[in-house]
């Protein structure tokens, strides 16, 4: 494959494991605290990013809780690190992908962290021009990437963050990507293996948002198949939480909105301007999550720990699995004891979604790898509604309900 085009560029090796790494979406919420961290443990860090999560979060009228310095303040911040090399504005899935090519040729990375897609569910089912917009971005520019490592990085590991949604909620186990090589009712012989072992495991997507992350996977592993190309696909969980940081000017953003805010952020900050909690529906939907220091973590050990060259890999990325009764619970518990008075009231369920549903996914490898929990939700909780009490005045009160409907 080093044929294809001069500038394609072998692997070199770093003393210490220091790597190359190139981040996709450094600005964002899971980018900027990756670089970060990334940077403090040594690494070389080139990024990519153009600005989008800042301006869809304005666009549907909220912004970040915590105070997150603009970006040219944001470069300072990154040039402050020895390991820091250079960031770029390109935006994927519009127009041609030269400053992504440009950043691939100069970068030579060994490591890929794909982050710079269109990240929110409910966002996608707001309208025609954002489900469009949503695809776009995240599909076609997922496609430009993979042809861009194809003629110009070939050897370089690419860590795709997508997302435990792609699977739904069948009613069986769910396993890491693939059918797993055990007997089951689809085979001859109860005896005999699964004669779907190795193809990828079903998905049943429940949003615009959640079915451009299917097409991805498709399209990552036809690459890995087709061109040799080495990926690890992050199904993650659901990520809550804010960064470890040094000073202010190091912060993530916080977002708490119906469209970009996840549902422990949500209740935390309903807690803290006293608004009752407000479960979707009955409350049984069960997912997994993590708070984002895990998710940093997870990401660490996956590019450590790549996979064979031209594999395709998945890793189901969450600690522990929560109802979002149980949610609301322990989030009122957690508010309760730093003074303040939670409550909780179902509301209408905007999404077209099971609220009564079995939930079982594995999610072995990456604590085989090593992934160690931080510590019990409870704890993470209690942490983040004190981090986030100096900035209630801030909260827009109106972005909080949901007003976007799946029907």
Not at 131 to 150: D, E, F, H, P, S
Not at 277 to 300: F, H, M, N, V, W
Not at 311 to 331: G, H, I, K, M, P
Request: proline share 6%; net charge negative; with cysteine.
């Amino acid at each position: 494959m080093d044929t294809k085009s001069p500038g394609v560029h072998q692997p070199a090796s770093h003393l210490g494991g220091i790597m190359r790494v190139l981040i996709l979406g450094i600005d964002g919420y899971i980018g900027w605290s990756l670089a970060l961290h990334l940077l403090k443990k040594g690494h070389e860090v080139w990024g990519l990013d153009d600005g989008s999560r800042r301006m869809n979060v304005k666009l549907v009228g909220s912004d970040s809780l915590t105070p997150i310095i603009g970006w040219p303040d944001r470069i300072r911040v990154l040039r402050n690190y020895r390991g820091y090399q250079d960031t770029s504005y390109a935006t994927l899935g519009e127009g041609t992908a030269d400053g992504l090519l440009h950043m691939l040729a100069i970068s030579e990375p060994e490591a890929i962290f794909h982050l710079a897609e269109q990240p929110s569910a409910p966002f996608s089912m707001r309208s025609s021009v954002d489900a469009a917009l949503t695809q776009r971005r995240n599909v076609v520019g997922t496609l430009q990437l993979l042809w861009g490592m194809y003629t110009i990085a070939p050897y370089a590991h690419l860590i795709k963050l997508g997302t435990m949604g792609e699977y739904g909620t069948p009613d069986c186990v769910i396993p890491e990507g693939r059918v797993p090589d055990y007997p089951c009712a689809c085979s001859d012989l109860q005896s005999q293996e699964c004669p779907m072992r190795g193809l990828l495991f079903p998905r049943t997507a429940g949003s615009f948002y959640h079915l451009s992350k299917v097409m991805d996977t498709l399209n990552v592993e036809f690459a890995c198949r087709n061109w040799g190309l080495t990926s690890t696909d992050i199904m993650q969980g659901v990520v809550f939480g804010l960064n470890e940081y040094d000073s202010m000017d190091e912060i993530t953003r916080f977002d708490y909105d119906e469209h970009f805010g996840t549902i422990i952020n949500r209740f935390c900050v309903e807690a803290l301007i006293g608004h009752p909690l407000t479960p979707y529906g009955a409350g049984g939907q069960t997912r997994g999550y993590l708070p984002l220091k895990d998710s940093i973590q997870c990401l660490e050990i996956a590019m450590m720990n790549p996979p064979a060259p031209g594999e395709y890999r998945t890793l189901n990325q969450f600690d522990t699995t929560y109802s979002v009764n149980q949610l609301a619970d322990t989030v009122a518990r957690c508010a309760d004891q730093a003074g303040l008075k939670a409550s909780v009231k179902h509301i209408t369920n905007p999404r077209k979604e099971k609220e009564k549903h079995r939930y079982d996914p594995i999610h072995e490898t990456l604590f085989k790898l090593g992934y160690k929990p931080t510590g019990d939700i409870e704890q993470e909780i209690t942490r983040l509604i004190a981090h986030l009490a100096p900035y209630t005045g801030k909260v827009k009160k109106e972005v909080i309900l949901p007003k976007t409907t799946w029907f």
